[in-house]
């Protein structure tokens, strides 16, 4: 909004021009963001225990987990809904909506959104911890990638390569398998964060840097400057991903407010899908969905964690952790759940730093 109604003005008063500059509006949007979530976390807090949004803290999975989890049976859930409205106005008053991938992210966050609503909304009502059925969300996550991936595939502009960190010369053409390849983006990055969102403030800190981590590199891949510079792919428009990806920070660090150890509220499904889709569809958009699998080294863990355990057990009818995903089995080695957040969020940091050197290396 700012963008479109008061750049325009700066034929009248220099001073507008400063709406031109993608950081100046990321800043914006990210402090915007943050009050939002801080101010009106409590209001949103109150509101949901009004309509009763708490999710039973019994495990039917995991009955062993019961113990840890019952100090936060009067916990609401479905927090999701502050961090996305959050975003929503943020963008809403500091995006460039001209940039096709600011739509298109909105879009995907939106509709991931409206899935983890419906999700937690079914687990509300029915007072148990599993929702729809799986293969409803699946087909929610599957017809949003495909839509993607055939959206994508057919505009011009957008390079359907896929390009390998640390090997300079190196991309793969997908050609028509690209399409497959998103879904399994989405798809995959949006469950990959639902999994990891099972500790107080795990997922949305280490959401918080990966999306600090997409800002910077978002920015640079829209700066043709700074692309050739890098020797990395140039992608008209992508800069303005960089504003999305700051009132993500915003709102993930307001919210943290709230869901740090002791939490007050969860995210949810309705904040985990979206996000994490979100952090999917935009590594799609700048053309690094490799350096995603680095960046987002947590979620990729946690993740395999889940895929290892059950092919163990389903192949040799063994586990091979305690209990997945991972940050279940360091619970039940006796770590503290804040502990266990704090040292995930440093490998978090880590794996951000680590990726950032890739594009150099190029």
């Known amino acids: 909004m700012f963008y479109h109604f008061l750049y325009p003005l700066k034929e009248y008063w220099a001073v507008f021009n400063v709406f031109k500059y993608i950081t100046f509006r990321s800043v914006g949007s990210s402090v915007t963001a943050f009050l939002i979530c801080t101010l009106c976390g409590q209001y949103c807090i ?10 039973p803290t019994g495990r039917e999975h995991a009955p062993q987990l019961d113990p840890l989890y019952q100090h936060k049976h009067s916990i609401p859930s479905m927090g999701g809904i ?3 409205g959050a975003v929503l106005v943020s963008n809403l008053l500091w995006g460039n909506f001209s940039s096709k991938y600011m739509v298109l992210i909105l879009t995907v966050t939106i509709w991931l959104g409206f899935v983890g609503f419906i999700d937690d909304f079914v687990k509300i009502k029915t007072k148990s911890s ?11 996550q599957l017809i949003l990638g495909l839509i993607l991936g055939i959206f994508l595939y057919h505009d011009p502009a957008y390079q359907k390569v896929l390009y390998v960190p640390f090997l300079k010369e190196y991309v793969i053409y997908l050609g028509i398998f690209f ?5 399994v983006v989405i798809v995959g990055s949006s469950n990959a964060l639902n999994i990891t969102d099972g500790l107080d403030g795990l997922a949305i800190g280490c959401a918080v840097i990966v999306a600090a981590t997409f800002s910077i590199v978002s920015y640079i891949s829209g700066h043709s400057t700074f692309a050739a510079y890098l020797n990395i792919a140039y ?3 992508s800069g303005e991903l960089a504003v999305f990806c700051a009132s993500l920070i915003g709102a993930g660090v307001g919210f943290l ?7 007050s509220v969860f995210m ?3 904040g985990a ?3 994490g889709g979100a952090i999917g569809a935009i590594a799609l958009f700048i053309k690094k969905e490799l350096l995603l699998l680095i960046v987002g080294g947590v979620f990729v863990w946690e993740a395999i964690s889940v895929i290892m355990q059950i092919v163990g057990f389903k192949l040799f009818k063994k586990r091979i952790f305690l209990m997945a995903p991972f940050h279940h089995h360091l619970q039940l080695n006796k770590w503290h759940e804040a502990k266990i957040t704090v040292r995930l969020w440093i490998i978090a940091f880590i794996l951000a730093l680590i990726g950032l050197g890739t594009l150099k290396l190029q």
Do not use: C, H
């Not at 399409?179 to 879904?183: A, G, K, M, N």
């Not at 407010?257 to 939490?263: D, G, L, R, T, V």
């Open 46 to 55: 109150q509101f949901l225990k009004s309509l009763g949004a708490v999710e």
């Open 82 to 84: 502050l961090i996305i």
């Open 130 to 140: 599993r929702g729809i059925p799986a293969v409803i969300k699946l087909m929610g």
């Open 179 to 183: 399409i497959p390849f998103v879904v």
């Open 235 to 237: 992608i008209t428009q």
């Open 257 to 263: 407010w709230f869901n740090s150890y002791p939490a």
């Open 268 to 270: 949810g499904d309705t």
């Open 273 to 275: 899908l979206a996000i």
